[in-house]
T-cell receptor, first 113, second 114 residues
Framework: GDSVTQMEGPVTLSEEAFLTINCTYT??????LFWYVQYPGEGLQLLLK?????DKGSNKGFEATYRKETTSFHLEKGSVQVSDSAVYFC????????????FGSGTRLQVQP | SQTIHQWPATLVQPVGSPLSLECTVE??????LYWYRQAAGRGLQLLFY??????ISSEVPQNLSASRPQDRQFILSSKKLLLSDSGFYLC?????????????FGQGTRLTVV
């Protein structure tokens, strides 16, 4: 079945450091890929998405590129801020599977001033 | 625009008591609806999803049930809560008949069973 694997956290960085959170997936067919962000005590917000191979999703300085050959969708940001501290979830939606998203286990990011 | 409402935001219930969490969506018709649970420090577990009124699919056997009495209303229930039912419950929706698309989440309900 479909699955998403994320790097374990927490990831602790200093402000203005470069961020990478790794995400790889297994899916039937050609899935769409997503990154969600969850701030403390809140629901999940869609951060960015990509619907086909080589697409790059971007939002708020975050980027991720859909790499079909490596089945990956790594999240990157060039310069993190304290306000980026949150839990980040990688997810996929498969055209041949169930309608619900399949999520990774989440990665907690802590940015220190 | 579409909005999703989920309530209550927090709930403390004794073991053995009933549960009812409600979720409603506005601004769309016949959405796909989902209930997820997030245990402390863990990822998201899909509990139920629904593609239409009265159509519920259960992902895992458990102490919970779901109902969809109206097009844009999704209810999560339990007759007798267990300590292990504690967690953060999230309702979500995605567009009608859409595959391969994102879901939109409510703000969640933090349930503590004591």
């Amino acid at each position: 079945g479909d699955s998403v694997t994320q790097m374990e956290g927490p990831v602790t960085l200093s402000e203005e450091a470069f961020l990478t959170i790794n995400c790889t997936y297994t899916a039937t067919g050609y899935p769409s890929l997503f990154w969600y962000v969850q701030y403390p005590g809140e629901g999940l917000q869609l951060l960015l998405k990509a619907t086909k191979a080589d697409d790059k999703g971007s939002n708020k300085g975050f980027e991720a590129t859909y790499r079909k050959e490596t089945t990956s969708f790594h999240l990157e940001k060039g310069s993190v801020q304290v306000s980026d501290s949150a839990v980040y979830f990688c997810a996929l939606s498969s055209p041949k599977g169930r309608r619900a998203l399949t999520f990774g286990s989440g990665t907690r990011l802590q940015v220190q001033p | 625009s579409q909005t999703i409402h989920q309530w209550p935001a927090t709930l403390v219930q004794p073991v053995g008591s009933p549960l009812s969490l409600e979720c409603t969506v506005e601004g769309t018709s016949n959405p796909n609806l989902y209930w997820y649970r997030q245990a402390a420090g863990r990822g998201l577990q899909l509990l139920f999803y629904s593609v239409g009124i009265g159509q519920i699919s259960s992902e895992v056997p458990q102490n919970l049930s779901a109902s969809r009495p109206q097009d844009r209303q999704f209810i999560l229930s339990s007759k007798k809560l267990l300590l292990s039912d504690s967690g953060f419950y999230l309702c979500a929706w995605s567009p009608d008949r859409a595959m391969n698309t994102e879901a939109f989440f409510g703000q969640g309900t933090r349930l503590t069973v004591v």
